[in-house]
């Protein structure tokens, strides 16, 4: 979820709460209820759905979209305690840009499409190793500066 408020000066509290709720709290709480059944599976894998928003590392050069970039932040950095915490369980979690996708959010000018971007995270997703949890990576595997 994107925030409507781009500039500082036109976000609240209630705006911020809401994306941070929808982007990083709520798939916490999904991985959290789902773990048990997780934990019964073969493969012990969790990815969760990022924005290359979320680099700090990354070119942020714009003064905008504050609430989403700060949400997919904190979805990386929830990602990185849920690996540290369950890589001696098996698993193997990452987060995942998915590219530019033409939707809704992403916009007519994305570079790919839903079915494009969802096949190359599918073939990365397949192809994890366990060294690779706690990884930050682009829809083609790519790794993301945090």
């Known amino acids: 979820m994107t925030s409507k408020s781009k500039k500082i000066e036109s976000i609240d509290g209630a705006e911020m709460a809401n994306v941070m709720m929808v982007n990083s709290i709520a798939p916490m709480l999904v991985s959290s209820a789902l773990l048990p059944h997780l934990r019964s599976g073969s493969r ?14 990354g070119n942020n050069t714009v003064e905008s979209s504050y609430a989403y970039r700060a949400s997919k932040a904190a979805l990386n950095q929830f990602n990185r305690s849920l690996a540290a915490e369950l890589r001696s369980d098996g698993f193997t979690c990452v987060a995942m840009h998915p590219g530019w996708v033409r939707t809704e959010l992403g916009g007519a000018g994305g570079q790919l499409s839903v079915e494009e971007s969802v096949a190359t995270m599918l073939r990365v997703i397949d192809a994890l190793r366990a060294d690779q949890t706690g990884a930050f990576l682009n829809y083609d595997g790519a790794p993301i500066a945090w």
């Open 44 to 57: 012990r894998t969790i990815v969760q759905i990022s924005s290359i928003m979320g680099s700090i590392a």
